[in-house]
């Protein structure tokens, strides 16, 4: 059974930073794809950073593209996503996902078949 568990989340000031964690067991991340998808209220959802894990192939989202980095921890089979330089825009619940994947990125919501249960994040001007 593949579980995915977010945490990290909270309210933070416009230019402050956060770093979310995903924990996922019973899939490994190594060698296949993970993301990072947000959802703000009555907005679809939308994928912010991509990742080829353990090959150092990663895709951003252009609204995010600078400020934010996925990363893996492969001892403890744990993906991040640390936010800098956040925004008001930034706000919303955030979701990882995982999937296995070829040489190519996924970066539609619908071939990512695992996901977590998101975690609310909060940017106040």
């Known amino acids: 059974q593949v579980q995915l568990v977010e945490s990290g989340g909270g309210s933070v000031q416009s230019g402050g930073s956060l770093r979310l964690s995903c924990v996922v067991s019973g899939f490994s991340y190594y060698g296949n794809c993970a993301a990072w998808f947000r959802q703000a209220p009555g907005k679809e959802r939308e994928g912010v950073a991509f990742s080829k894990l353990g090959v150092g192939r990663t895709s951003y989202s252009d609204s995010v593209k600078g400020r934010f980095t996925i990363s893996l921890d492969n001892t403890r089979n744990v993906v991040y996503l640390q936010m800098t330089s956040l925004k008001p825009e930034d706000t919303g619940t955030y979701y990882c996902?995982?999937?296995?994947?070829?040489?190519?990125?996924?970066?539609?919501?619908?071939?990512?078949?695992?996901w977590g249960q998101g975690t609310q994040v909060t940017v106040s001007s």
């Open positions: 996902a995982a999937a296995t994947c070829g040489s190519e990125i996924p970066m539609l919501p619908s071939r990512y078949p695992y």
